[in-house]
């Protein structure tokens, strides 16, 4: 079966840096576009960003824009998040979650259980 798990969250200060890895198995890692998704607490979830099947598209939103970098190395089936200039907004459980497209738009139909990361001084 398909199997996400995230590894690499713990307490950062601010302006530190971090990098989360998601291991995927159960489906063909290197023929989907991942995400990562956060959510901070009480709060929504917010997307944080996309990367394509090979590596070479990539898509952020505002609020991490500059600081995060995703990447992926199919030969591992791993999915990473190098998360740098850490800011106490920052502080969230992170998703990684694969890419499905439907006739409602792109969504995500598998979704690891989360890291929790603290930007605290």
């Known amino acids: 079966q398909v199997q996400l798990v995230e590894s690499g969250g713990g307490l950062v200060q601010p302006g530190g840096s971090l990098r989360l890895s998601c291991a995927a198995s159960g489906f063909t890692f290197s023929s989907y576009w991942m995400n990562w998704v956060r959510q901070a607490p009480g709060k929504g979830l917010e997307w944080v960003s996309v990367i394509n099947s090979g590596g070479d598209t990539t898509y952020y939103a505002d609020s991490v824009k500059g600081r995060f970098t995703i990447s992926r190395d199919n030969a591992k089936n791993t999915l990473y998040l190098q998360m740098s200039s850490l800011k106490p907004d920052d502080t969230a459980v992170y998703y990684c979650?694969?890419?499905?497209?439907?006739?409602?738009?792109?969504?995500?139909?598998?979704w690891g259980k989360g890291s929790l990361v603290t930007v605290s001084s």
């Open positions: 979650a694969k890419e499905i497209l439907t006739t409602r738009g792109y969504g995500m139909d598998y």
